[in-house]
């Protein structure tokens, strides 16, 4: 069970800002890569750095993972890719594998569970998103979960991951799913103490 702070930023001076807030929640962290095409919003589209010392996960809601991948994969130790996105997913996961990184897969709400079962050998983790990608502070969609539910009942040991709307509520619900990974974004980006933000698990 691991919380996961994500990241948004346009700028490197967004980002340490963030990051400075959440650091002390975790040594996990979840990049939002966006590139305004596979959605309307833009993030982590500049030559950014991290802070050292913390693991990194990017999480490419792009129409080109590829590309990203070719140019950023030194800075994280794991990419997920979305199986809506253009590029062919089997040709992404193994170049996501040659970089000697861990692969995860993602879909979106409307997306089905049957139509990643094929690539679940090949995956890390699968993240099932709980809002309609592209932004903070979407709200939480409890139908996705019925997805987190068949997944966990299909592989007991899979690293599932909840991505969206996640909240002291919320991460209950997700909890009691099968989920073991949550990523949060705007609860502890708008929140003043984000150690009192009782996200027990």
Known sequence: MKIIPSL??????ELDKRFEKVKSI?????ID???RKF???????FNFKLPKNKKYEAHLMVKNPLNWIKKNSKKVN???????SEDKILNTINLIKKKNKKVGLAINPKTKLSSILEYLPL???VLIMTVDPGKYG???????????KELRKLHPILAIEVDGGINSKT???AKKAGANLFVVGSYLQKSNDVKKQNLNL
């Open 8 to 13: 948004i930023a346009k700028t490197q001076k």
């Open 39 to 45: 959605v309307k919003n833009n993030s982590f589209q």
């Open 171 to 173: 991460i209950k619900q």
């Open 138 to 148: 979407s709200k939480f969609l409890p139908n996705t979960l019925k997805k987190v």
């Open 123 to 125: 995956v890390d983790l």
């Open 78 to 84: 794991t990419i997920i890719i979305h199986y809506e």
């Open 33 to 35: 890569v966006m590139d």
């Open 26 to 30: 975790s040594n996990l962290f979840q």
